[in-house]
């Protein structure tokens, strides 16, 4: 049997570019956590730029100057922002953490009645399974309990370490305006210190990833804040004027948190909570959280063509295998993750995937 060194190889070369792809993408993901204050600051800079650019254009300032003016405004909302997010946070997280016995208490009692008036035998289930299910009722609200007891407490140790609030927000603050004011003297240093054709070579990828993803980024940001935004608005009026809703932040950081997943949407959340109150007795609490949850599917209805140029071009069922691969290495991160780096495979290894991946590396052309 004769064997094809030339053919072997090439496919062996292939494959070695993507383990090396796939080992640099994993590094970056580990670096970009560890140097997450820069991250952010990167981010926030991608989205000062239209601003920045616009006030050159309309004041003809140099963009120090017209860096610095956006970069003061930005860090002031950012400052004042975070002050209130971090003392309310702080107080809603609290209150809900004394009182969590009180409303699994409650939330036990609502199951045992729906599952006590409940006619099983329509649907004739054994005696056994009626047992499981109600018995079943008490282990599942635990489990949740833990899960809330254990995600609240790391929520009030993060907001209550105030130092290291204080030492990333000031590295994050000074990075960006670094970015801001010396963009230009940055990308000629990379430039400089790197290869030509890697320059190239990497400057097309970013482009590309700038332009796909960090355009579905930004979108995907403004329509969470939006409805983030929206959400947060509306809890209060609701509270304000008499209904019960006690932790509006957090439901409102809860449904940005679920808006924000592909696939899933606010409604995931608001839907299953407006049922709830109806069975609970609070009919009209259920309608007003229908009502706002209208009013944020129309503002994101009519935000979303105007803000998504155009489809990422990745099925649902593979958006939804990277948030459950994203959640079994990442936990609840990883859902938001894993599209993001579904979204990066794709544009990295377009070619593969547009030739066919396997007759792309096995071909003998």
């Known amino acids: 049997m004769i064997i094809d060194i030339s053919y072997w190889t090439r496919v062996l070369t292939r494959i070695l570019y993507v383990v090396f792809i796939l080992l640099g993408l994993i590094i970056a993901l580990k670096l970009s956590i560890f140097y997450l204050p820069f991250l952010i600051a990167f981010i926030i800079y991608l989205i000062m730029e239209p601003s920045i650019k616009w006030i050159m254009k309309k004041t003809k300032a140099t963009r120090k100057i017209s860096s610095i003016i956006i970069f003061l405004i930005v860090s002031i909302v950012i400052l004042g922002a975070l002050t209130w997010l971090i003392f309310t946070l702080f107080s809603e997280a609290s209150n809900l953490l004394q009182d969590l016995n009180k409303y699994i208490e409650k939330a036990y009692s609502l199951f045992q009645n729906i599952l006590q008036n409940a006619d099983f035998g329509k649907i004739r289930l054994p005696d056994e399974i009626q047992t499981i299910l109600q018995n079943s009722t008490g282990d599942i609200l635990e489990t949740v309990s833990q899960w809330v007891r254990s995600f609240l407490n790391g929520l009030i140790d ?208």
């Not at 009026?237 to 606010?266: Q, Y």
């Open 158 to 365: 993060v907001v209550t370490s105030i130092p290291n609030i204080a030492i990333y927000f000031s590295i994050t603050v000074i990075a960006l305006y670094f970015i801001c004011v010396d963009k230009i003297y940055i990308l000629d240093q990379i430039e400089h210190h790197l290869p030509k054709t890697w320059v190239m070579r990497v400057g097309k990828h970013i482009k590309d990833l700038t332009k796909t993803l960090g355009g579905y980024l930004k979108a995907e940001a403004t329509l969470i804040l939006v409805s983030f935004i929206i959400s947060l608005i509306g809890l209060y009026i609701l509270k304000f004027t008499g209904f019960a809703i006690e932790f509006p932040l957090l439901i409102a950081i809860a449904i940005g948190f679920v808006d924000a997943l592909p696939i899933l949407g606010s409604g995931t959340v608001m839907i299953p909570w407006a049922i709830i109150c109806g069975i609970n007795g609070d009919l009209n609490l259920g309608i007003a959280i229908i009502v706002l949850l209208i009013i944020m599917s129309t503002v994101r209805q009519f935000l979303e063509p105007r803000l998504v140029s155009k489809n990422i071009g990745v099925h649902p069922l593979f958006t939804l295998i990277a948030m459950y691969t994203g959640f079994k290495f990442m936990g609840i991160v990883g859902m938001l993750v894993g599209p993001i780096v579904l979204i990066i495979l794709k544009n990295i290894f377009a070619t593969l995937i547009d030739g066919g991946v396997m007759k792309t590396i096995f071909d003998k052309r």
